[in-house]
């Protein structure tokens, strides 16, 4: 079983960047996708981007050209970089993943099975 640690969320002026990480610790297969989703208390979570075990990246349309999705194999962490963020952006931002799960379904639109706490965003306009 894996553990998902995430962290970076901040209070950011509209326009500004951060930086998320999530540390994931325990035993991961080699074909697994992990991924980023976000939600607003009241409202359905939101798929963000998602990255397969081979590096194959695939972002939500309203993710492209403005988030960045990373891993880093050898510390065991992924993170997505966000940049011209807008206040329609705020949300509790999530780290997932789901073991065996690789190909076309690895995309954001596609709800993950396991995930970590969260870490807050908050974009002021």
């Known amino acids: 079983q894996v553990q998902l640690v995430e962290s970076g969320g901040d209070v950011v002026q509209a326009g500004g960047s951060l930086r998320l990480s999530c540390a994931a610790s325990g035993n991961t297969p080699s074909l697994y996708c992990m991924g980023w989703f976000r939600k607003v208390a009241g409202k359905v979570g939101e798929g963000v981007a998602a990255?397969?075990?081979?590096?194959?990246?695939r972002y939500a349309d309203f993710a492209k050209g403005r988030f960045t999705i990373s891993k880093d194999d050898a510390a065991n962490t992924l993170h997505l970089q966000m940049n011209d963020l807008k206040h329609e952006d705020s949300a509790m931002y999530h780290c997932a993943i789901d073991f065996f799960r690789h190909g076309p379904s690895c995309h954001p639109s596609q709800p993950f099975g396991s995930w970590g706490q969260g870490t807050p965003v908050t974009v002021s306009s």
């Open positions: 990255i397969d075990s081979d590096g194959t990246i």
